[in-house]
């Protein structure tokens, strides 16, 4: 069984962060491992409270996981301090690793900030040149870019300059702008658009994360990266076709969709 790497946050309520990730590697049929980077207080009507794991305790987690277990692939989610983006960086290229996906979490859907302002050179420069396949939305990819992004044709020029920062691949999802949702793909040569139909629920907890651990999880079982990212993208559209609510708030996406009766 291949073995994949969540770097995360934990999220309290189960849709997002570490736990969305193992849940969808679990699905997926890979076997997940976490490093923690921060501990959330958070329900389905937003983050209550954040608090990081050290840097040194960061580096302790990827070292003993490397030095065991052949990683297949890695998924970085929320790192919210320049210490943080430091050992994992550190880390990674200790340890040579592979199948680097990076979800640039800058702010959860309830508008919390989850990366520090100080922070993003750091992302920018230290993690980012290390990524296989990068995934910002388009409020993110706005923040790296530096631009405004309205049309698909926005979305390409933003993906090539996030691609100049590093990354061998990148991601633009479209979820944000208006009508059916396009997400771009760029890989230094050409765009490629892919389409999909907008799911119509307010549950939507953790699509970010589940979309980039799917990516995670399909490059570890040998797909290319425009495959791993066809695939992800079919499976967090039927996750979210198949969501449900858990509480007053915005609920999850269901990662056993493929396991439970309709």
Known sequence: MKKVLTIAGSDSCGGAGIQADLKTFASLRVYGISVVTAVTAQNTTGVYAVEEVSPAVVTAQIDC???????????????????????????LEKWDAQNVVLDPVMVSKSGSDLLRPDARDALVNRL?????????????????????????????????????????HVVIKGGHLEGEPVDVFYDGQQFTP??????????NHGTGCTFSSAIAACLALGHSPLEAVRLAKEY???????????????????????????
């Open 65 to 91: 996981l490397f030095e065991d277990i052949p990683v297949d692939a890695v998924k970085i989610g929320m790192v919210s301090s320049t210490g943080i983006i430091q050992a994992i960086a550190q880390g």
């Open 128 to 168: 980012l040149p290390l990524a296989t396949v990068v995934t910002p939305n388009i409020p993110e990819a706005q923040a790296l870019a530096g631009r405004k992004i309205t049309t698909v044709s926005d979305m390409e020029a933003a993906a090539k300059a996030i691609r100049d920062m590093g990354p061998c």
């Open 194 to 203: 892919l389409p999909a139909r907008r799911v119509a629920t307010k549950n």
């Open 236 to 262: 967090i559209t039927q996750a979210i076709a198949h969501s449900f609510s858990i509480g007053h708030g915005v609920g999850p996406t269901h990662h056993f969709f493929r396991y439970y009766e309709a």
